[in-house]
């Protein structure tokens, strides 16, 4: 039974357990223009396969494929673990709807992380206080209004049609669940894929886009995410080309305390 | 039959049609410490999708899972179209040896790359010529002494044990077959994952260290390689963290004309 303490966020990525197939289904408050947002569907596959009984470690890698638009309603999802080693796990999820074809294609590692020698060559982005910024006002597609996102850097400013040159494809931005919840592996997951498209920031206007495909790495422990207890991450994010109707985007996503938690990729469809 | 003119690297990737099921073997020669070079497996597994009689399109996306180590020998290759859209298709591939428990699980996007606005926000990298560079000399691992590595900047110095504080975790790097051969999607997949462990340069020594996932983005069409018609790649990579028995490493294939070829990222498991 759902109460009224459930996040938002844990009730559109809930799942029903099944032996090799597992059922979720969409949420109108994590939408997007034609579909689920992206990263709320990714997160759903991450909790099947947290909540799976034969999972063991904690998520490494991630990478979705988004092979054709989910429509509202429910959704299978068939769990697979390929191949089990002693320290790694490595699953494929199959998201399909009413037996059709298959519209998400997932791989993920699970992995045992054990003490090792650390060394962090990135650099914490400086940034003012989440604070000192305003929210980035309320806009149309449902999943972003459950994001509080405050830019430091590289604003979104897509009303004024194209430059004479391309704009900056580079943000920094604070993002937290509009109503807090503690940062998890689930919501690192679904932050990763918050960005707005970079084509958006490059060309100052909103066109036609879609990720194709998304990757994902942890790089810590859900322990030391729990240890480090924090409801926002500030991230970085950036593009290297458009080129042939495809573009990327790479970025980072940081603990405030200057821990990097994840690093993200994702190469997109534009129509521009 | 192979005559005398087939480039090992061809020769490597060699694929054998079935139907769902494909074949292939390791090569001696593009052998690492423990089993095939990463590289050399994923460009096989990408050339059974180029020469798939279902494939349209052109390589956007692979993303390597290896999950277990090949041993010497026969593999097989199990070839699934997930997903064919209009202009763009999902596959997957598993690799097999005897039946056994899969070895490396893939999964790809091929699109039709259709004309477009086209932006590289990137730059491309300063770098002194490639033939005023020494070549890097022969070593151990059968696989790199198929290349012709000259180092730029990032130089690999793995002698002199861990210095008191890690050692830069950046290189550029022009990279060439050793024998030449036009640069295509496939040496471009391969290569990719022909970077020294960042571990490796971090520390200033050899570890245990193998790649657990490996996800390229190809940014040309093969139209615009073959018209490139160039036989060696700009690289640079790095890393951002080495935490709990994982690292990072982030780089970009670039084309001496100043086109960025692929971008691509890998989680890796070291021991230190």
Known sequence: MLTKTTHLFDDATRVTAGDSRWQGQTSDDYWAFVGPFGGITA??????????PERAGDPLALTVNYCAPIAQ???????RLVKANRSSQHWCVELTQGGGDVATLATAVFAERRPSWSHQPAEFPQAKPFEQIKPYPRIKASWA??????????????GGGTKDAPASTHSKVWIADRVLRKIDALSVMSMSDAFF???FHARSELVPFGTVSLTTYFHVGA???????INRVLAVVDAKIFHKSYGDQNGE?????GRLLATTTQIGYFKA
């Open 197 to 199: 498209a970079r084509v």
């Open 73 to 79: 309603g429910a959704f299978d999802l068939d769990v």
């Open 145 to 158: 209004n459950q994001y509080d996102f405050r830019f430091v850097e590289g604003h979104p400013d897509f």
């Open 223 to 229: 322990d030391d995410l729990a240890a480090d207890d």
């Open 253 to 257: 996503l940081w603990s405030p305390n």
């Open 43 to 52: 997160a759903t596959i991450l909790r099947a396969l947290i909540e799976h």
